[in-house]
């Protein structure tokens, strides 16, 4: 009986313990701690707690460019082939199947300061780098070059003067292509190589207004490299936008006038692949007679035997030029120097010889060191456009 007696209180105070408002006990403990924060924050400066923080002021500099333009990297994600980015809000500034990183920023110094009109457009190596407004004219798609009312063309504008000093020494003009598509190798490139060299960009870079601007700073000729279809395609695919010899009128035109915008300040264009184009004679004339009444010059790269731009272009008094070798077909040291000593076996033959090379890293090492001493052999370097027929321009 006694141990009966004993257990009944402590079961009873077992039952009043797992009785007792939990839940209101809970809301009070919240309350408590919702009313410290607010506290908290009211009173101490640094809600954060010391949280390292930083301020980035962003202005507006030379040109109405913000400082993202000169000092900020974007890092961009793939695009599927042909599609348009989203984040391009203004159709003529759109770019397709560019690289994920923006090009060494331009630096106060280097950038060009306003000027009132486009003879005044121009740094102390005499190249422009901004859209002359006598050469161009708005497009769908964003800037077109055009003759001017006065007969001036882009070529005119835009070529980098030739020394005409000897007349009879032997040149050589250099076209590297495939630039705007890697920011370490166009960089590379026109940081590297002499300003006599023309560069020739692809159209689906990103930021190639830029990327232009660094070129003419360094003095540089330009070229825009255009897509165009091969025997093979589409298995062999050039690209979005290819020039397509199936293109009626109104599809050439419209391609041709977005690849033309993607970029200013070039005195012509020149093919990628495209072999079956060049060989076909009605599309190439379209192609060269748009050209022609846009006042620009074409280039063929020499890749295919059975092109027809050679009489086409007499046929049209197109500015043309034909490059006589691939510099970098076979990308090894002993080839490309095997490659440039024949360019200049060509060119004392002929007076004027044209080499096409990549921005591969072997090829722009190689070029930088042969040009040094080019002059002490007895031949020039000069930009392509130099190297069109007197008659033709």
């Known amino acids: 009986m006694a141990g009966k007696d004993l257990s009944a209180p402590l079961g009873l105070g077992k039952r009043k313990y797992f009785n007792l408002p939990l839940g209101l006990i809970g809301a009070g403990l919240l309350t408590v701690l919702v009313t410290t924060g607010l506290v908290w924050i009211g009173v101490v400066d640094d809600p954060l707690g010391g949280e390292p923080t930083a301020t980035v002021p962003l202005e507006r500099s030379l040109d109405g460019l913000s400082s993202r333009d000169f000092g900020v990297v974007e890092i961009r994600p793939s695009l599927p082939e042909g599609a348009r980015d989203p984040s391009a809000a203004n159709p003529a500034k759109q770019q397709a199947l560019g690289p994920r990183f923006e090009p060494k920023p331009l630096s106060s110094s280097d950038a060009p ?134 293109h009626n009128a109104r599809e050439m035109d419209e391609r041709l006038s977005w690849l033309l915008s993607r970029m200013t300040n070039y005195v012509g264009v020149m093919n990628y692949m495209g072999a079956r184009f060049t060989a076909s004679q009605e599309p190439l004339e379209k192609l060269l007679a748009a050209i ?97 027929d007197r008659t033709m321009r």
């Open 113 to 246: 300061g306003p000027h009132p009109d486009a003879n005044a457009n121009a740094v102390a190596n005499g190249l422009s780098v901004r859209a002359d407004a006598r050469v161009t004219e708005p497009g769908p798609h964003g800037p077109l070059p055009k003759v001017s009312d006065s007969g001036l063309r882009p070529i005119d504008v835009y070529a980098r003067p030739a020394n005409q000093s000897f007349a009879s020494i032997p040149k050589i003009a250099i076209i590297v292509g495939g630039l705007g598509l890697s920011q370490t190798g166009t960089q590379t490139a026109i940081e590297q190589l002499p300003a006599e060299v023309t560069l020739a960009f692809a159209p689906y870079g990103a930021s190639l207004d830029r990327w232009m601007q660094r070129a003419r700073l360094d003095g540089h000729e330009l070229l825009l490299q255009l897509p165009m279809e091969p025997f093979d395609y589409p298995d062999n695919d050039p690209g979005p936008h290819t020039l397509l010899v199936s």
């Open 292 to 388: 022609t009444d846009r006042g620009l010059m074409f280039v063929d790269d020499g890749s295919s035997s059975r092109s027809l731009a050679t009489p086409t272009a007499s046929g049209l008094r197109t500015p043309f030029s034909h490059a006589d070798l691939i510099i970098d077909d076979v990308p090894r040291p002993k080839d490309i120097t095997a490659r440039l000593l024949q360019l200049e076996g060509t060119a004392r033959a002929q007076g004027v010889a044209v080499g096409i090379a990549t921005a591969l890293p072997v090829t722009v090492e190689l070029l930088a060191k042969w040009s040094q001493d080019l002059d002490e052999r007895g031949l020039q370097l000069v930009p392509v456009s130099a190297s069109i």
